[in-house]
């Protein structure tokens, strides 16, 4: 079994910065892609920003230059360090990750969920 836990949302004020965790484990006998995702009221789950097994990352137009992402394969742990937080970045984030299980076969995991809230 994999588990998926993200964590470090709260309130901030516009212009302020967050940091976003991520932690998979359980049976994990690999792990590529890590992914976060958003999703604001009424609005569907958008992917924010990703990251390969390599160190590749992509962004939304919206994040590029104020997100970043990271991760750490000996760990299988993912950050996105989020500064310069804006009211339209409210959402609750989402922290996604393909992995094999041990004798099983890849899948997407998802972490519970985690709320930023941007206001003043």
């Known amino acids: 079994q994999v588990t998926v836990v993200d964590s470090g949302g709260g309130l901030v004020q516009p212009g302020k910065s967050l940091r976003l965790s991520c932690a998979a484990s359980?049976?994990?006998?690999?792990?590529?892609?890590m992914q976060w995702y958003r999703q604001a009221p009424g609005n569907l789950r958008q992917l924010v920003a990703g990251?390969?097994?390599?160190?590749?990352?992509n962004y939304a137009e919206s994040v590029k230059g104020r997100f970043t992402i990271a991760r750490n394969n000996a760990k299988n742990t993912m950050t996105l360090q989020m500064n310069s937080l804006q009211p339209e970045d409210t959402a609750v984030y989402y922290c996604?990750?393909?992995?094999?299980?041990?004798?099983?076969?890849?899948?997407?995991?998802w972490g519970q969920g985690t709320q930023v809230t941007v206001s003043s």
């Open positions: 990251i390969t097994y390599g160190g590749s990352t």
């Open positions: 359980g049976s994990i006998e690999s792990v590529s892609a």
């Open positions: 996604k990750v393909e992995a094999k299980e041990t004798g099983g076969t890849w899948a997407d995991y």
